[in-house]
């Protein structure tokens, strides 16, 4: 996927393949949103103005640039996850131990599923906090943009929340689903900060 052009990436989300899907969406709206946020802060290093916060915006830098280089990864990673689930479905299951089998394959693929978005959720969680610091600190000509890497990155938590709500229902042991539903309701709670940067840009009357 990283060696795809943006128009070969939509040609395939758009096919009839199923991968890439929603999962490679949200790592890609996870990269989007970090790379805005770091245009934010890099419009506002460098000027005397914004001295104060120098430090500040390399750091906001140092991390989107960091999250971005991962997305498409996660990406890659989300569709092999799903491709894993759907190979699970398709084994026998003629017989009790072909059953069982792949009762146990569903289970571990989709245990796996759920992780990958999980770590998009909390890679956009991140970003959300960037864009909402930055979004103050930062150069108020171009804040709007540090409000838009804080909305992609909502966007891909809500698809991440889909995704791992399909599969908790396939996975063995109650730890396991408690322990990626605690991961979820954190990663909704910066979902629903996002809302507060884009609102805070609105009200700025920088948009």
Known sequence: MTDYSLTEFLDALGSSAATPGGGAGAAVALGMGAALVAMTARLTTGRRRFRAVQADMERVIERCDAIRDSALELAEADAEAYGNVMAAFGLPRGSASERSSRRAAIASASEQASRVPLRVAAAASEVIELAAETAVKG???????????????????????????????????????????????????????????VDGVLGNGSA
């Open 139 to 197: 150069n108020p000509n171009v804040i709007s943009d540090a409000g838009a890497g804080a909305a992609l990155a909502r966007t891909a938590i809500r698809i991440c929340e889909m995704n791992v709500q399909a599969n908790l229902g396939s996975i063995n042991g109650s730890a396991v689903r408690e322990e990626l539903t605690a991961a979820l309701d954190r990663a909704l709670a910066a979902r629903d900060a996002a809302d507060g940067v």
